[in-house]
C-alpha cells in the first residue's frame, strides 16, 4: 500500500524509531488488506492482521506435518512412533532402578549418558544461536507474510457493519417501546444542559486564567498543561461514549429531538473549545520551555481530538453509526501517525530551542540526550554556551545539578567523534540520509 511505501522511505530519509515503528504499523495493515482486500475499517484490517500472525504459523506447522517423505508424511511418522512411547518410559524406569541397585551399571550408564552428551556438544558447538534465533523470527514473518488466511469472524462482521443508522421497528412493544424513547430522550436532554453549564463554567475559567489573564512567574508548567490534558481525554472519551449511547438507535429517528440535537452540539463545540484550551496552555509551556517530543505529541493529540468531535458531530447530524466513528477516526490517526513519522523532530527541536534561547529555558541536559541526527544543530563553540548561559541566568533560576556548558560542550564533542566513527564503520545497508547530511555538515565532507 501507499502507506506502506511511504514509511519504508521515511525509515531512510528521517531514521528514527517512531518511523520504523509507524512503518512496522504500516506493514502490518498491509498484511491484513492483503488477507482481507475489502475490508471497510483499518480496525478490521489490524484485527484481521493480528489473528493472521499466529493463525499463519499453526498452518504452516500444518504444511510442515503433512509433508511427504516417500510414502509417509512427518505428521503419520510421528504418529505411528506413539507406539514406542509407553515401552520406552518403561526401559527408562528399569534403567533407573538397576542403576540404583547396581553400582558397576550405573557407571556404565553415566558413561554413556556422557558420550551422549559429548556427541551433542560436538554437533552444537559450532551453531551461532544468535543466528539460529534471527533465522526464526524472519520464519515467524515470514509466514505470517506469505501464508493468506483470515477470521471468518471478522470478514462477517465487517460485511455487516455500515455507517449509516437504520430504524428497528420493535413489533409487539409499540406503545412501551416509545414510552421507554420519550423516557430516555428526558434523561438525555437533562443530562446534556448540567453538563454544557458545567463546561460552560469550566470554559469561561480558562477564558479567563489561560487565553486572557495567563501570567507566568518563573514556575514551572508541567501540571499547568498535563493536568488540561488529562481532563480533555477524560471528558472527549465520556462525550463519545455518551454520544454513541443516546444515539445508537431509535433515539435517531425521534421527531422531537432537535432540542437534544442542539444540546449534543454545543457540549461537542464547548469540548472543542477545551481542546484549544490546552493547545494555548501547551503553547505557553513551549513559549517558556521550548519544545519536546510530549509537547509535539499534545499537539498532534489536540488535532486527532479536534477530528474526532468533529466526527461525532456528523454522526449526530446525518444518524451515522457508531462504526462510522471508528471508520472514519482510525484512519485519520494512522494518516497523522505516517505524516508525522516524516518529520525529523530531533533537529526540529534542537533548532527551536537553540533560536529562541533569549526567551525560552534552554535545557541543556535533554537536548544532549537528540540523536545523531540532531548534532549539526547541537555544536556550539564554548563562547556562545557562555553567552546563552548569561541570558538564561537573567530570566531562568539555574539549579545547580544541571548540566553545565562545559559539560555540555564536551558531552556533544565526545558524541561527535563516537559519531564519526560508527558512520564510517557504518554498513551501506545501514546508509540513511539524516546522518549523511549530519556527518557532512559536522566534517565538512563532500561525499
Known sequence: SISFLLTSIFTVVVHSKFSYFINFLAWFLLIGNLNFPNAKSLIHSMGIAFISLFKSQELFIKKIFKAKMGNLSLGNLIYKSRIFLIPLLIISLFIVLYSLSNSVFSDIISKSLLSIENMFVYIFKDIDFLVVFTFLVCLFFSNFYLIRNSSQFIVEKDLKSSGTLFRKKKIGKRFFGFLALKNEHKSAIFLFIILNLILLVLNLIDVNWVWI???????????????????????????????????????????????????????????????????????????????????????????????GLYTVAIKIKKKKSSFYLFQKNSFFVFIVLVLSSGINWDSSIAKYNFSHVDASFLHLDYLATLSDKALPHLEFNIEELNE???????????????????????????????????????????????????????????D
Not at 493536568?227 to 438507535?249: D, H, K, P
Not at 558531552?411 to 545501514?430: A, G
Open 213 to 307: 489573564n495567563f501570567e507566568w512567574q518563573g514556575e514551572s508548567l508541567k501540571d499547568f498543561v498535563h493536568q488540561g490534558t488529562y481532563l480533555l481525554i477524560l471528558s472527549i472519551l465520556i462525550s463519545i461514549a455518551l454520544v454513541l449511547y443516546y444515539f445508537r438507535g431509535n433515539l435517531n429517528f425521534y421527531k422531537k429531538n432537535s432540542l437534544l440535537k442542539k444540546l449534543s452540539y454545543i457540549w461537542i463545540i464547548q469540548n472543542g473549545f477545551l481542546a484549544l484550551s490546552v493547545g494555548i496552555r501547551n503553547l505557553r509551556y513551549i513559549e517558556h520551555y521550548s519544545l519536546a517530543f510530549k509537547r509535539i505529541g499534545v499537539i498532534i493529540f489536540l488535532i486527532v481530538t479536534l477530528y
Open 388 to 446: 546563552m548561559h548569561e541570558l538564561q541566568k537573567g530570566k531562568f533560576t539555574i539549579d545547580d545539578y544541571l548540566m553545565t556548558a562545559l559539560e555540555y560542550k564536551n558531552r556533544i564533542e565526545t558524541r561527535k567523534m563516537n559519531f564519526k566513527t560508527d558512520w564510517e564503520s557504518k554498513h551501506f545497508l545501514s546508509w540513511n540520509y539524516t546522518e549523511y547530511i549530519a556527518y557532512k555538515k559536522l566534517f565538512n565532507t563532500e
